[in-house]
């Protein structure tokens, strides 16, 4: 137990769906991410939260949009998805993303999505 | 172009046995360090770090070594336990810039009992 927790676990959604990831973590971080961990290949960031406010995209598709209501919850909304997007997305929070951050992200179990 | 690799996908070691796994980086500005481990179906969980103004950094059985000059890190964990199987991730950042963490592509540890 993280203190970060995804939901759904397993997602599988053809490609002209709309559908949503979320995450929340209660270690009283300030900080949140979205990652993607696909086969053979480094975990990519994709966006970055510092109090609500979205600090960082990282050139991600605009099929993809995170929404962050307040510090604790994070989400992921998908639509109009390619099958090249099936992937463990993997969020993550820290207690701030900025100077003097020591780097250690604490990741939530990971929504495995696959894009039929 | 990849700034943190981890050139072995795999690697398998007897238990008892000393585990090495290997790093290297591209990028001179990167200066804290950082090893992940994985297990299936759960989240990459933060292991040990090193800063670069150490040149080693130890926590029980785990011991990360950083060679600056040829921006390569090490992660030995001795003795190698059947527990330690797992995938482990090399991650870097900048600790007083932008302090994104950039990846490796992680290496599949087998410990064999």
């Known amino acids: 137990e993280t203190g970060v927790t995804q939901t759904p676990r397993h997602l599988v959604m053809g490609m002209t769906n709309k559908k949503s990831l979320k995450c929340e973590q209660h270690l009283g971080h300030n900080a949140m991410y979205w990652y993607k961990q696909s086969a053979k290949k480094p975990l990519e960031l994709m966006f970055v939260y510092n109090f609500k406010e979205q600090t960082e995209n990282n050139s991600v598709p605009s099929r993809f949009s995170p929404e962050c209501p307040n510090s604790s919850h994070l989400f992921l909304h998908l639509h109009t998805l390619q099958p090249e997007d099936s992937a463990l997305y993997l969020c993550a929070s820290s207690q701030e993303a900025g100077t003097g951050y020591t780097g250690e992200l604490f990741f939530g179990e990971g929504s495995r999505l696959t894009v039929l | ?113």
């Open chain 2, 1 to 113: 172009d990849q700034q943190v690799k981890q050139n072995s996908p795999s690697l398998s070691v007897q238990e008892g046995r000393i585990s090495i796994l290997n790093c290297d980086y591209t990028n001179s500005m990167f200066d804290y360090f950082l090893w992940y481990k994985k297990y299936p179906a759960e989240g990459p969980t933060f292991l040990i770090s090193i800063s670069s103004i150490k040149d080693k950094n130890e926590d029980g059985r785990f011991t990360v070594f950083l060679n600056k000059s040829a921006k390569h890190l090490s992660l030995h964990i001795v003795p190698s336990q059947p527990g330690d199987s797992a995938v482990y991730f090399c991650a870097a950042s900048r600790l007083f810039g932008n302090e994104k963490l950039t990846f490796g592509t992680g290496t599949r540890l087998t410990i064999i009992p």
